[in-house]
């Protein structure tokens, strides 16, 4: 039987699955809405050109390019909205999850307390009882009633028995206490463990969702920038006959053209840039690891001090366990409780933020594939990659536009993967960079210190 919070989240994927097929429509020409068998295309040059010698045929087109131009809008405002809400979900899912997180690793480290206590008066219980088997309570209660000058007493005898008997037992009951205790906080554990699970799993279906609402946003916008000047030149030329309208029509359809030609080469100029960019580093990196190894003498040396991981940028750069620094930038806010700058809230922060500058390069901690590209809540536009062995890392606040790679992309060390920005809960160009184990955010510090990065 679903459960009731199953069945909203499975509604909300296949919601979003809805809205990237009916954009895919919108990208290839017809328009949103229309069932296959009522599928419109966008008008052509032909179209507006036959529509102007009817003045009725002229009236429907005109009707017709301004119902489109609206509801491009109407949809990139709508996916965009989607995307939002659900992103703010994923971050809330994934804030009960960190709690979670937290709560389990609170209840072990006690039930192991707890379960060494036990431990220790349960062998203290023993070795008296073995102690007073083997001597009938004669060498453990001598140290009492032995060689004294009540010796002869036996009710002095007695008594010291009966109390040696009782401190036993104490021991003992004590020993069966801490037990209880010990199997308490670990049902306890156990229970917060199975309860992790499901905060995980939801947090998961959250990051699918909010995943599919960003791409579908990303796809709504594209195709409203895709369509918009041309729909807008044609209308122009429907409502004034003038040849300076079509001529500029055809200029700006030409432009358009050109400008998105020029776009394109200029993506795949920075992409060549950056991959030349990328192997110069790693020949360096590759150079240096060779030297050092050259030099480095037959008996271990100690371990190199943290360095930034990236030379004088101070990001970018593999360090020879494979990692490198995210960024450049001093830390302006670490790792821990705090009151959010935004919203006034104490809440866990659960990463470090680095500032470099507006616009400033991202670059991935090290290998991995990305597992999240897109639009979240406090965190703004945001990339999360794992690393395998239950190892992953997320990089907040990125710029609008300034992501620059996609979910189930395969990311090597140093890639320039997204630029630095002030997006969601943000006062200010920064990035927002989180460790994590199993699911569970740790400190950055500590984590990439122990990888020979320093942040």
Not at 137 to 158: F, N
Request: aromatic fraction near 4%; proline fraction near 4%; charged fraction near 15%.
């Amino acid at each position: 039987m679903t459960s009731p919070v199953t069945l909203p989240r499975r509604r909300g994927i296949a919601a979003a699955a809805t809205v990237l097929l009916s954009l895919s429509l919108v990208v290839s020409g017809t328009v949103l809405g229309a069932s296959p068998a009522q599928a419109v295309t966008y008008p052509s040059w032909d179209d507006v050109q036959a529509a102007r010698s009817n003045e009725s045929a002229k009236a429907a087109e005109v009707s017709r390019i301004q119902g489109l131009l609206d509801q491009l809008a109407s949809d990139a405002a709508d996916a965009q909205a989607e995307a939002e809400r659900l992103g703010v979900e994923f971050e809330k899912a994934q804030a009960d999850a960190d709690a979670g997180a937290a709560k389990l690793a609170e209840l072990q480290a006690q039930a192991d307390e707890k379960g060494a206590v036990a431990d220790a008066s349960e062998q203290r219980a023993g070795q008296v009882s073995a102690q007073l088997a083997r001597t009938g309570g004669g060498d453990v209660s001598s140290q009492l009633v032995g060689d004294t000058e009540k010796a002869g007493d036996l009710l002095y005898r007695l008594g010291a028995m009966s109390k040696l008997t009782e401190q036993t037992d104490g021991i003992r009951q004590q020993a069966v206490t801490d037990r209880n205790v010990a199997q308490s906080l670990s049902d306890q554990a156990k229970v917060a463990s199975d309860a992790l699970v499901k905060l995980q799993g939801a947090a998961q279906v959250s990051m699918d969702e909010a995943q599919a609402a960003s791409d579908a946003a990303a796809t709504a916008v594209a195709a409203q920038q895709e369509n918009e000047s041309r729909l807008q030149g044609q209308l122009a030329v429907l409502q004034d006959q003038s040849l300076q309208t079509e001529a500029d029509y055809a200029t700006g359809v030409e432009v358009a053209r050109q400008a998105e030609e020029a776009r394109k080469a200029a993506a795949a100029a920075e992409a060549a840039h950056q991959a030349e960019v990328l192997r110069q580093q790693r020949a360096v990196a590759a150079a240096a690891a060779a030297a050092a190894a050259a030099a480095r003498p037959s008996s271990p040396a100690p371990a190199p001090a943290p360095s930034s991981g990236g030379g004088s940028s101070g990001g970018g750069v593999p360090t020879g366990s494979g990692w490198v620094r995210p960024s450049a930038g001093y830390m302006s806010s670490g790792y821990g409780m705090r009151v959010n700058p935004v919203t006034g809230v104490y809440r866990m922060h659960d990463g470090i933020d680095l500032a470099p500058g507006c616009n400033s390069p991202i670059y991935a901690a090290t290998s991995g594939t990305v597992t999240f590209a897109g639009l979240t809540g406090g965190y703004g536009n945001y990339i999360q990659i794992s690393h395998g062995g239950g190892v992953s890392t997320a990089y907040g606040h990125i710029v609008n536009g300034g992501i620059k790679v996609s979910r189930g992309q395969s990311v090597v060390a140093g890639q320039l993967i997204a630029l630095v920005g002030s997006t969601g809960n943000s006062t200010g160009c920064h990035l927002h960079f989180e460790t994590r184990v199993n699911g569970a955010s740790t400190n950055p510090v500590p984590f990439m210190a122990a990888r020979g990065v320093g942040l």
